[in-house]
């Protein structure tokens, strides 16, 4: 196996928390070495994140596996010299620093790309690095508010809600990761490098789907609707003798299949459920008349019954329960670093090794001697 696709690209993570080291990580499971510069005082605050793993915090772990560490003070000069130094040296910087934090240094992207001309500069801020809100910060929950997303999760009449991960971080880690690919991409024609601008906010806008799609051409307004879709029924979940399922029939093939596996094809021929409109139109009765059927047997016996029948279809499980699942064992996507159990890698590539087993987390300025050697310039 190779080493991966960016086994020659060297990042500097100026990040912290979540967002920006989400998309670093992905970098270092793709092959980059990645050199992540934290505060010397007491590095990335998720260091004592729970849950905690015999005293190490797994949150950190998680987002920060197969990276090295130098704890720097950046208003010290020798320091700053420093991180200049490995700057020039390198191809990609990522921050997701406060606004200005950089600039106040002397170590915006205007300033680096003087240094370093190929180099890839990528941001992450809530707002972004334009607009009247681009000084101003926010955590996830904020921007779940502000861009509508907490209007349409939960049930119908609940209060707005948050999503239950940090999902707006999750998406701008990822939308980081695809634009500093793109620009790294581009380099290989041009030589220059770019500036990758990544806002929190239009992240979760560019993901908010059918609500969004309404909103700007005169839809329904957005609302709550719980595990129901917009767009398809039945697509709910349902009861069962015993655990909950979700069933989906985006179509009208599929929606005989379903009727069919639940050995009622009438219910296919009731003209209250013909077409798409008319089964969206009619959705509670469509899920009463599907549920006397199905409470007569176990999520099990249905789960198998739809799997046959080519009919999406699962038991609303618990996380603990997702993880013992025999398909996620068998695409690696629970890995283990320094006895801290974690997701794997999603990403898969034949040319790139995917071990159980990753490199953990490095200690707070474990590898910082070794790089002041590499990177300190010679008189």
Not at 189 to 205: F, H, N, P
Not at 223 to 242: F, L, M
Not at 260 to 266: E, N, T, V, Y
Request: negative net charge; hydrophobic residues 40%.
């Amino acid at each position: 196996m190779a080493e991966g696709p960016f086994s020659d690209i060297t990042v500097i993570d100026l990040t912290h928390v979540l967002s920006g080291p989400y998309c670093t990580m992905y970098l270092a499971e793709l092959g980059a070495r990645v050199i992540k510069v934290e505060h010397s005082g007491h590095g990335d605050e998720t260091r004592k994140f729970p849950p905690l793993v015999d005293g190490s915090s797994a949150y950190f772990a998680t987002v920060n596996r197969g990276k090295e560490s130098i704890a720097l003070e950046f208003e010290r000069q020798d320091d700053k010299e420093l991180l200049l130094e490995m700057i020039r040296r390198a191809d990609v910087v990522v921050e997701n620093l406060r606004y200005a934090t950089l600039e106040h240094l002397g170590l915006d992207y205007e300033a680096l790309r003087r240094i370093n001309p190929r180099l890839i500069y990528a941001a992450i801020s809530a707002f972004g690095q334009t607009g009247p809100l681009h000084e101003r910060c926010a955590y996830d929950p904020i921007l779940q508010a502000m861009s509508g997303m907490m209007t349409i999760n939960g049930q119908p009449g609940s209060p707005p809600t948050k999503v239950g991960i940090s999902i707006v971080d999750y998406f701008s880690g990822m939308f980081c990761l695809a634009g500093i690919e793109a620009a790294l991409y581009q380099r290989t024609k041009t030589g220059a490098g770019a500036k990758v601008d990544i806002a929190m906010l239009d992240a979760q806008m560019a993901v908010l789907e059918t609500a969004l799609m309404n909103v700007l051409n005169g839809g329904p307004t957005p609302q709550a609707i719980g595990n129901r879709h917009p767009a398809v029924s039945p697509c709910d979940t349902y009861g069962t003798a015993d655990h909950p399922i979700i069933l989906i029939a985006g179509n009208d093939e599929t929606f005989r299949r379903l009727c069919g596996a639940l050995g009622s094809p009438r219910i296919a021929d009731d003209p209250r459920f013909h077409t798409g409109a008319d089964r969206r139109t009619n959705d509670a009765a469509l899920k009463a008349a599907m549920e006397e059927i199905l409470r007569s047997q176990t999520a099990t016996h249905w789960e198998s019954v739809f799997a046959e029948a080519g009919v999406p279809c699962a038991i609303v499980g618990t996380i603990a329960e997702a993880v013992n699942n025999p398909q996620l064992a068998v695409r690696n996507m629970i890995v283990a670093a320094a006895g801290i159990r974690m997701a794997g890698n999603p990403i898969k590539l034949s040319t790139l090794a995917d071990p159980p087993a990753r490199k953990p987390a490095p200690e707070l300025d474990a590898d910082g001697p070794r790089i002041r050697a590499e990177f300190t310039r010679k008189k």
